[in-house]
């Protein structure tokens, strides 16, 4: 500061006061007349207090600095393992690619081979039935020629004579007809092979979306952080709609399928292979592999869950129940809230709310259910590491007329 900015403009004075009330500097005229009854300390006392303050704030933004730059190599070290991890399985699923085209293509040399072997000898059976055809038909036109030549001879004695040894005809070697198959020859392995193809292709479209939820599987080190307020939780909002085919037959859906309703004179509906078949359940259409959050409105008693598709359908209880195996989770309110996984139950407090809210982090393992009203308040939540997309899915086992209903939050 130049000295001309050191000097009050009013009074001409060497400004060596600091005015807290007015966080400005004055002078001691100023201190007697516009300033008069605020609190003021001499400025080298101000400044020293501020001093203390800035050398806390220089330690605070260097400690920052080394985290931050602490952070950033970690980043850069996790970009060394993303790029190392990644070509190494680039270079890994090359081979085993490499690998899977060599057995197929081995395999489809060695069934060339097999029908051509098979080929050269089906046909050189053949051939050698032809020519013993040939021969016998060469040795019948010669029988013929010589039959024509007796039926002309005119003595009747050298006919009776010559006659008995050349009607004679010998028996055939062959059948008297040969027959001819349809051109199937080798239709079967051409059909084995179509069933080759076909299995191979079911595999593949099976184990599809588990590689690519692998390969999707990368968290880095500076995650988004949960969510805290609902305004947070709605910017994952997903809108759920029921599949039918999982429908057990005293549930009806509607509502665009997102409102489902126990009526236990519903028709059955057609047999479908994921349909619950002894329990009153349903699953979502959506498949949940990332970020997401829904808000279920029940009027009864309702079970909340999430589940793998592969859970079962019907027989043993624990194999496709919610809650009751390791292939799904529920949050369950009948009089209170309770939750089961793998067959195991956990009793839950919290706020009774006709809405449940779910919140589901894939990548994270983070499955948390929420009582929503007016407030947003953790009923429950589970850390673990899901293998497999996951489906939104709804259990009611209340009276007819019961419902819940995926809400639109959008």
Not at 20 to 28: E, K, N, P
Not at 145 to 159: I, R, V
Not at 291 to 307: D, H, I, K, L
Not at 366 to 385: A, C, D, G, K, P
Request: a negative charge; glycine letters at 4%.
């Amino acid at each position: 500061m130049s000295l001309k900015q050191s000097i009050c403009a009013r009074h001409d004075e060497v400004m060596k006061i600091f005015c807290r009330t007015d966080q400005q500097s004055i002078c001691y005229l100023c201190l007697m007349d516009e300033h008069k009854g605020h609190e003021a300390v001499p400025a080298a006392a101000e400044r020293a207090e501020k001093q203390k303050k800035l050398e806390v704030s220089r330690q605070q933004i260097q400690q920052r600095i080394q985290d931050r730059e602490k952070d950033l190599k970690l980043l850069q070290q996790e970009v060394e393992a993303i790029n190392g991890s990644a070509d190494k399985a680039v270079e890994d699923s090359e081979k085993i690619f490499t690998e899977l085209i060599r057995l197929i293509q081995k395999r489809s040399s060695d069934v060339k081979q097999q029908i051509r072997s098979q080929q050269e000898t089906e046909v050189s059976r053949v051939k050698e039935l032809q020519e013993k055809l040939e021969q016998e038909i060469t040795e019948l036109k010669r029988k013929d020629g010589e039959l024509e030549q007796l039926s002309h001879t005119e003595d009747h004695n050298q006919f009776l004579h010559n006659y008995p040894s050349l009607s004679a005809l010998s028996e055939s070697t062959h059948s008297s007809s040969i027959n001819i198959r349809p051109l199937r020859y080798f239709e079967d392995v051409t059909a084995a092979v179509s069933e080759t193809r076909d299995k191979l292709q079911d595999i593949l479209t099976e184990k599809w979306t588990n590689i690519s939820l692998a390969a999707t599987d990368v968290d880095v080190l500076l995650s988004e952080p949960e969510p805290k307020s609902r305004d947070d939780f709605l910017k994952y909002s997903t809108e759920i709609t029921l599949d039918p085919n999982t429908a057990n037959n005293w549930l009806v859906i509607s509502h665009g399928g997102r409102k489902v309703t126990v009526q236990r004179s519903n028709k059955p509906y057609s047999q479908h292979p994921d349909r619950f078949i002894q329990i009153s359940q349903v699953l979502s259409n959506n498949q949940l592999t990332r970020r997401c959050y829904w808000e279920v409105e029940r009027s009864s008693s309702v079970g909340v869950a999430v589940a793998y598709k592969t859970i079962g359908r019907s027989g043993n209880f624990c194999s496709h129940v919610f809650g009751y195996n390791d292939k799904s989770w529920v949050l369950h309110w009948s009089n209170s809230f309770n939750f089961w996984h793998n067959n195991i139950p956990a009793s839950i407090s919290g706020p009774p709310s006709s809405r449940i809210g779910v919140y589901l982090d894939h990548r994270a393992g983070i499955l948390s259910f929420y009582s929503v009203s007016e407030t947003m308040t953790l009923l429950h939540r589970v850390q673990t590491t899901f293998t497999q997309p996951l489906y939104a899915g709804l259990f009611l086992g209340g009276s007819d007329g019961d419902t819940a209903e995926f809400c639109l939050l959008i």
